[in-house]
């Protein structure tokens, strides 16, 4: 049982848009074909900020990066510019277009690509290496005092690998970094990996194999500049670290603003493979026999989880007006059902009296006929009925229905919980608690507290709306034992505890526990199939339960609410980042926000702003076939408070169905409901509001949807859902002629919930005064109308 106060405590998420990732993902591929290999090789690598955009493998190229659609020889920097960092010769330009390779270190991107361009290359590979960690203070340097050192957590991390190596077995004939220590600082302890073979101090002496090929999964490792003498080697050791080697994107440089190729990145093992393949291929004149060619990653442009998110949300919204209104379907039901002839609710003269009064029409000959009767017709409701008379005299019998009628009728779960009408002071308060809630998240980070108290509730949604009615249903299929069902505990309240009750509680609790572990202790949750399905069948539960305790009875309360709802949704996603800097709904909703340092978050998930888990109060489904990652979200709000109207609608259709039912009975007319909509199935869906008001909702989630694809950002839902929803509600209320009493509140609702109420031990034990009482308001109310 949700209670009504969670309409308050719970943060409000009204946003829809798309989950950010917080890693270094390779975006481009680099094809390599080598007259050595059968089958190409693909290599990831990252792509640059400057130059023209890479194409993709299928798509149209630009003018400007059509030579690289094709494969290209591919070829090693010159030796007497091997860094590309020095100016280069135009009169050494290549007459036919191809691809260089070039290492990091010691100038730009931006201006080892713009040398390459120069030398005539269509494309520039810049790929990693141990050296460019390196720095000098002063040029040349002279001493290691000079050197700038690799920095810890940025280059390398000593947790995933450390060793201390002699420094009698490395090389420093010339700083900053002698490359001849390239060979000794990387592979396995197999290949001479010093890293490898000391492992750590004690393993200094002996040289025994360490696991720093199991531990460091660089395989290769930089020295930290922290010495230590060891007095029974005699020598001193030089403490080294497993090497971060990650896929990065790389940055422009301001002083060079004219390249027009296109250039990747490589890791430094992708980048020794490459250069492996080249000087295995190498042919006498110099020119290599591998060819490459680049593209882009292929990812969908549109990607089809945001139609599966906004199906997700149109259908959690009809399933949640379609249950509001089952208290009066089930009424009907049993009107419908159940024989009147014993309830003396008018005599043949009143029975004329009313007939006359409403309208109605009735005959009476000495055969069976039928008549057709328009009752309760306002609001473009149109029922046919079927009456029967014999020759002795105008006795009236129903004709028995076709469907097998409860024998009880059963509340709802909104008849067993604390019902809250919103008033106006509810809009208000919505704005100052959700407001204030959202403001508190945002400065005080304390999202794992509001997902567990949101597991809380979550859990008891769950179990209210799927867990115990699914154990109910298979516990009746297998037993014919009524006893199965009997309390074993009676508690205080009024409370009976059985044993479907205990099972779906620990069914429940175990499912939201897992949920809740998986979110403390993995990171990147989403990306979990459990994680996000269960989060998602919690969300539907959620505002299922809200939407039968929460409820609208007129326009007038819902316009106030929404419109309020509208602005606050557009303050907090659209304004906020001009005064606080970011966008506060965004942040939230993703749990803090993307990640300040994408490349620190590759390495260390779990640190910071990078274990940003977005909150639970929203619909998310992973991106399909995306290698990018991400979600498309929806959050809760944006169910719930266009699912006010969207079920203040169908509790509306239903309560004209079950008066015009009820009226039917009190003439001694059987509702022939089946045959009425199965010959007009159409007529039927159009001619009430919650058809209408639905596909509003399921068209305003659409233009959220496109702009979320145009922008690229999320987006604040109710800003397109608010309009449409409210706007097609009082549209068709001044079309049938309903607006004034709905804006003030509809009284047949009223009226239907004290039908309800009288109706619920069945017909036969009705009240006849509490049902004509009823019906002559209903028939008045028609009548004012």
């Known amino acids: 049982m949700m209670p009504s106060s969670s309409f308050y405590s719970i943060p409000v998420l009204l946003i829809y848009g798309t989950h950010l990732c917080y890693a270094v993902i390779p975006s481009a591929i680099i094809e390599v074909s080598s007259p050595l290999s059968v089958e190409n090789q693909l290599i990831f690598a990252g792509i640059a900020t400057f130059g023209p955009d890479i194409p993709f493998k299928k798509g149209k190229a630009t003018s400007s990066s059509e030579s690289i659609s094709d494969f290209l020889p591919l070829r090693l920097a010159p030796p007497e510019n091997s860094l590309l960092c020095e100016d280069a010769d135009p009169s050494l330009a290549s007459k036919e277009s191809y691809i260089i390779a070039v290492p990091r270190g010691q100038c730009s991107f931006e201006r080892k690509t713009r040398n390459g361009e120069i030398l005539g290359a269509a494309h520039v590979i810049v790929y990693d290496t141990l050296s460019a960690k390196y720095g000098a203070n002063v040029i040349p340097a002279q001493s290691l005092d000079d050197v700038l050192w690799p920095n810890a957590r940025v280059d390398y991390e000593c947790k995933q690998g450390e060793a201390w190596i002699p420094m009698n077995e490395l090389y420093f004939n010339s700083l900053p970094y002698d490359t001849s220590n ?71 440089d301001e002083n060079i603003n004219d390249v027009n190729i296109t250039s990747t990145f490589l890791t430094m093992r992708n980048g020794d493979e490459l ?31 945001s139609v599966l998110i906004c199906i997700l949300g149109t259908f959690v919204t009809w399933i949640s007006g379609w249950r509001s209104a089952r208290t009066y379907r089930i009424a009907r039901s049993k009107l419908e059902a159940e024989n009147l002839g014993d309830l003396d609710l008018l005599n043949n003269e009143d029975h004329a009296s009313s007939t006359a009064d409403t309208g109605g029409t009735t005959t009476t000959t000495n055969h069976h006929h039928q008549e057709s009767l328009d009752i309760g017709s306002h609001g473009n409701l149109d029922y046919s009925y079927r009456s029967t008379t014999t020759d002795n005299g105008g006795d009236r019998h129903d004709i028995p229905s076709t469907r097998e009628a409860p024998t009880q009728l059963q509340p709802s779960v909104s008849n067993s919980q604390e019902i809250v009408n919103l008033k106006y002071y509810h809009a208000i308060l919505f704005v100052i608690f959700a407001s204030g809630m959202l403001l508190l998240l945002f400065f005080t980070k304390l999202y794992d507290v509001a997902r567990v108290l949101y597991l809380i509730g979550g859990i008891g949604s769950m179990v209210q709306v799927v867990i115990h009615p699914a154990l109910t249903f298979i516990l009746e299929c297998l037993s014919r034992n009524n006893n199965d069902f009997k309390p074993i505990c009676h508690c205080r309240f009024g409370l009976d505890i059985t044993l479907i009750d205990v099972f779906s509680g620990l069914i429940g609790v175990t499912i939201g526990a897992t949920w809740l572990w998986i979110s403390f202790t993995m990171p990147n949750v989403q990306m979990y199939p459990y994680y996000w399905i269960v989060q998602n069948v919690i969300g539907i539960c959620v505002c299922i339960v809200f939407l039968e305790v929460v409820r609208l009875n007129s326009i007038k309360i819902a316009s106030l609410l929404l419109i309020a709802a509208f602005i606050y949704d557009i303050f907090f996603v659209f304004i906020t980042p001009h005064i606080f800097g970011e966008s506060v709904m965004i942040t939230v909703a993703t749990g803090g926000g993307a990640a300040t340092d994408a490349y620190h978050c590759e390495k260390y998930p779990s640190d910071g702003d990078c274990d940003n888990t977005p909150l639970p109060m929203l619909f998310a489904i992973p991106k399909i076939n995306d290698y990018r990652g991400g979600l498309s979200m929806l959050g809760l709000g944006d169910i719930v408070l266009p699912g006010l109207i969207c079920c203040f609608a169908a509790r509306l259709d239903a309560a004209k169905h079950l008066i015009a039912a009820a009226q039917a009975k009190r003439l001694g007319f059987n509702c022939d409901m089946d045959e009425r909509f199965s010959k007009n199935v159409g007529q039927r869906l159009c001619s009430g509001y919650f058809f209408f008001i639905i596909v509003a909702y399921a068209i305003g989630l659409a233009l959220a949807n496109v702009a979320v694809y145009l922008t690229e950002q999320g987006q604040p839902a109710l800003m397109y859902l608010v309009p449409l929803t409210l706007f097609t509600l009082v549209y068709q209320s001044r079309m049938n002629g309903e607006l004034t009493e709905l804006w003030k509140g509809p009284k047949r609702i009223q009226m239907s919930d004290e039908l309800v109420d009288i109706l619920k031990d069945g017909c036969v034990n009705a009240d006849p005064d509490d049902l004509n009482r009823i019906l002559d308001r209903s028939i008045a109310t028609q009548e004012v109308q």
């Open 182 to 252: 390239d060979a000794l600082l990387k592979g396995s302890s197999q290949d001479g990996n010093l890293c490898a073979l000391y492992h750590n101090i004690e393993e200094a002496i002996s040289k025994a194999r360490g696991k720093f090929q199991d531990t460091c999964p660089s395989k290769r490792c930089l020295l930290t500049n922290k010495f230590e003498f060891n007095p029974s080697a005699g020598t001193e050791l030089m403490q080294a670290c497993c090497a971060w080697d990650i896929h990065m994107n790389m940055g422009g």
């Open 275 to 305: 250069v492996k393949m080249v000087q295995d291929n190498q042919s006498p004149d110099g020119n290599g026999n591998i060819q490459a060619k680049v593209y882009l990653r292929w990812y969908p442009e549109y990607n089809f989880s």
